[in-house]
């Protein structure tokens, strides 16, 4: 068989491959991204996929997602998992089905072929040390910082609370806040945030560890004349114009479509026999401020 046989084989395998990505949702840009970089790859490659994801962020419906994509007749699924364990008996299902799975951003805790992720704990130190600097460069040595997460179900941005926490606690000077779950909802966010405020006079300081937290926060900082620094996590032109209004100080800026194209890379080298490398790839970081748009860390 020659090369031109080869090649063309192989097309015509993955051309027959049903390919699924399950994402955490269809609502947040940060799903979207992952689903650029999938495409992206998937036209490179000439294949086809599907995106299928729960309507709310809601994990039976995440769930029953996977469980249909396997009754499809799925091969392969790309997963962002709403709860890592509760997800984990439908994935260990799938893959006693023969179907591969490869996590994009949000693990299972079930073994894959490969993760490709945000070092989401380290992500939540640099968060915290960010924290900690536009204090100091504010004159502000002391008072309580709040911290709006997504879920304690979200192993992701769990990692990044957990980081941020031992930043802060390490430092000593100012008080955490019970730690409060917007569920991804900047409206519920943007309350949370406005009850920090109005039950803490000594708010200094407000963590979003998701772009739906980070848009709420930002919006509750937005109504208040006080000096409270705002660190986010994730990036969109809202939260760009929140930068550039000096509301939120900074941001850490994730990688999804390297996840997504990554991910889609990966898929078809398992798909087609061909080695996938380490079974965790950290997808990186950036901080974007007001001042500079990416500083690669």
Do not use: C, H
Not at 243 to 268: C, E, F, R, S
Request: aromatic fraction near 8%; charge should be negative; glycine fraction near 10%.
């Amino acid at each position: 068989m020659n090369k031109e046989t080869i090649i063309l084989s192989t097309e015509t395998f993955l051309q027959s491959q049903k390919i699924y990505l399950i994402t955490l949702d269809k609502i947040e840009e940060f799903s979207y991204r992952i689903n650029e970089g999938v495409g992206d790859m998937a036209r490179l490659a000439g294949i086809n996929y599907i995106w299928n994801a729960p309507e709310e962020r809601v994990v039976e419906e995440q769930i029953n997602v996977i469980n249909n994509a396997v009754l499809n007749g799925a091969d392969l699924i790309m997963l962002a998992a709403l709860d890592p364990i509760r997800v984990s008996s439908a994935v260990r299902e799938a893959k006693a089905s023969g179907v591969g799975i490869i996590y994009v951003d949000a693990p299972a805790d079930e073994e894959a072929i490969v993760t490709l992720s945000t070092d989401n704990y380290s992500a939540g130190r640099l968060a915290g040390q960010l924290m900690i600097n536009e204090l100091q460069e504010e004159g502000i040595f002391e008072g309580s910082i709040g911290v709006v997460g997504v879920s304690p179900e979200i192993v992701t941005t769990m990692n990044r609370q957990y980081g941020f926490y031992d930043i802060i606690v390490q430092d000593g000077r100012y008080r955490l806040l019970e730690t409060q779950y917007a569920q991804g909802n900047p409206i519920i966010a943007q309350s949370m945030v406005e009850t920090y405020i109005n039950e803490n006079p000594d708010l200094v300081g407000v963590f979003g560890t998701n772009e739906g937290a980070t848009i709420g926060m930002g919006y509750a900082l937005m109504a208040s004349n006080r000096p409270i620094v705002g660190i986010g996590f994730d990036v969109t032109d809202i939260i760009r114009d929140m930068l550039d209004a000096n509301v939120i100080k900074a941001v850490l800026m994730q990688n999804p479509y390297t996840m997504g194209y990554l991910g889609m890379a990966l898929a078809i080298a398992a798909l087609t026999g061909r080695e996938t490398g380490p079974s965790f790839i950290n997808t990186g970081v950036s901080v974007v401020t007001r001042y500079m748009r990416r500083i690669v860390v």
